[in-house]
């Protein structure tokens, strides 16, 4: 039977417990299936024996993604690449956390950093460049998704940069760029990732996030034909039947009838979706500063005491508002907070009901709330070809 490689690439610290005694950490790893993440628990002990835990857990981990099985009902063993490499470098990784741990025991955890919460198995250069050119492509990859999950996105952008070079059409690759550039807030530039991955992957999930950076860019008649083609793969999708109804509500359409529908076949997954991936924002505003409230105002219309209580929610993502982190300024939409208030009283999001004061606003503070824009033409992502290769260089 074939032995299946298994090749490390990273692991991370999520945390630990005093109480029990107890460290999970997440580590990353690729192999002829392709990347993948995981996590380990496992209680506190001596290094060795922390070693011999975390890569008894690996290889259980690892039998299990691997499908091939022979005659007898045995799974295929798996082989982990430079294992002595490895098992010293776990070592010298895990002492270190432990030694940390029993510091912040002793201080009873008042000592909150933690040196060495990460290592990058491939960090050396004499280490990464001996590898093929699939090596080197997870090994980026993995850089640009650790950085990622640290909120990192331009540096994860130049790692995932640099994996493309090895395999541009690689999807998981796009949808990780994709992702970053949209983070970072450059809409246009992460759309043709997201069609590759899209193409490459066919799912609805894919379909579901190209459609997602349309209405980012605003090409709300784009992100319809993607929901639409949703719909004809699956017609009871659920992200299919939310995605017309984000629609609906973006152009201004009545959209409450197609959320009840999906309030009567799933009013868990609805408020869920609503609360955490709804996109409130009205096209027309984001650039025009005269038409938006400041957080006084904006408090004060939805009856909290402080604007301190408002801009917390906001920061959260519980409230939708535009802030520009170079001024350090925050401002609101009456249009979006209007119906970010209906749909959080219609489907009881909060478990509480919301209503809005306009008696404690001035005339002034209405006009600008009341205030029309006209909705800008939506930019098409892919007006050009020219426009994609430069995006995609």
């Known amino acids: 039977m074939e032995i299946e490689e298994l090749h490390l690439l990273s692991v991370y610290l999520k945390k630990w417990s005093y109480q029990d005694n107890r460290i999970s950490i997440s580590y990353s790893y690729?192999?002829?299936?392709?990347?993948?993440?995981?996590?380990?628990?496992?209680?506190?002990?001596?290094?060795?024996?922390?070693?011999?835990?975390?890569?008894?857990?690996?290889?259980?981990?690892?039998?299990?993604?691997?499908g091939s099985i022979d005659e007898n009902g045995n799974k295929s063993p798996v082989k982990l690449s430079n294992e002595s490499e490895v098992k010293r470098k776990l070592h010298m990784y895990l002492s270190k956390i432990l030694k940390e741990f029993n510091a912040n025991k002793r201080t009873h955890g008042k000592v909150r950093m933690i040196s060495s919460r990460s290592m990058d198995f491939y960090y050396n250069d004499f280490e990464y460049e001996p590898l093929d050119?699939?090596?080197?492509?997870?090994?980026?990859?993995?850089?640009?998704?650790?950085?990622?999950?640290?909120?990192?996105?331009?540096?994860?952008?130049?790692?995932?940069?640099?994996?493309?070079?090895?395999?541009?059409?690689?999807?998981?690759?796009?949808?990780?760029?994709?992702?970053?550039?949209?983070?970072?807030?450059?809409?246009?530039?992460?759309?043709?990732?997201?069609?590759?991955?899209?193409?490459?992957?066919?799912?609805?999930?894919?379909?579901?996030?190209?459609?997602?950076?349309?209405?980012?860019?605003?090409?709300?008649?784009?992100?319809?034909?993607?929901?639409?083609?949703?719909?004809?793969?699956?017609?009871?999708?659920?992200?299919?039947?939310?995605?017309?109804?984000?629609?609906?509500?973006?152009?201004?359409?009545?959209?409450?009838?197609?959320?009840d529908k999906i309030n009567e076949i799933d009013e868990d997954w609805l408020r869920e979706y609503l609360k955490n991936q709804w996109e409130y924002k009205l096209a027309g505003y984001s650039e025009d500063e005269s038409k938006m409230w400041n957080a006084a105002t904006a408090a004060r219309y939805l009856g909290y005491d402080r604007p301190f209580d408002l801009t917390k929610r906001a920061f959260n993502d519980e409230i939708p508002c535009y802030f520009d982190p170079e001024r350090g300024t925050i401002r609101f939409v009456k249009a979006e907070l209007d119906k970010w208030v209906e749909i959080q009283n219609r489907y009881h999001l909060d478990g509480v009901d919301y209503k809005v004061h306009e008696d404690r606003l001035t005339d002034a503070e209405k006009k600008i709330g009341n205030a029309k824009v006209t909705r800008k033409k939506a930019k098409k992502a892919d007006e050009s070809q020219e426009k994609e290769e430069q995006a995609m260089a």
């Open 30 to 66: 690729y192999s002829r299936l392709g990347y993948g993440r995981n996590m380990v628990d496992m209680r506190i002990n001596s290094p060795q024996i922390m070693v011999t835990d975390f890569l008894s857990n690996v290889y259980y981990k690892s039998k299990e993604l691997f």
């Open 133 to 259: 050119e699939e090596g080197k492509f997870y090994v980026h990859m993995n850089r640009g998704v650790n950085k990622m999950n640290g909120d990192l996105w331009s540096a994860a952008i130049e790692d995932l940069k640099i994996a493309l070079q090895f395999r541009p059409d690689d999807p998981e690759a796009n949808k990780y760029m994709a992702q970053a550039l949209l983070k970072s807030n450059q809409l246009n530039e992460s759309i043709p990732y997201y069609k590759k991955y899209a193409l490459a992957e066919k799912s609805l999930n894919s379909l579901n996030e190209l459609a997602h950076a349309y209405i980012k860019v605003e090409d709300y008649d784009a992100a319809a034909d993607l929901y639409k083609e949703m719909a004809k793969i699956d017609p009871d999708n659920l992200l299919a039947k939310i995605g017309q109804a984000q629609i609906a509500y973006l152009k201004g359409k009545s959209y409450t009838k197609l959320l």
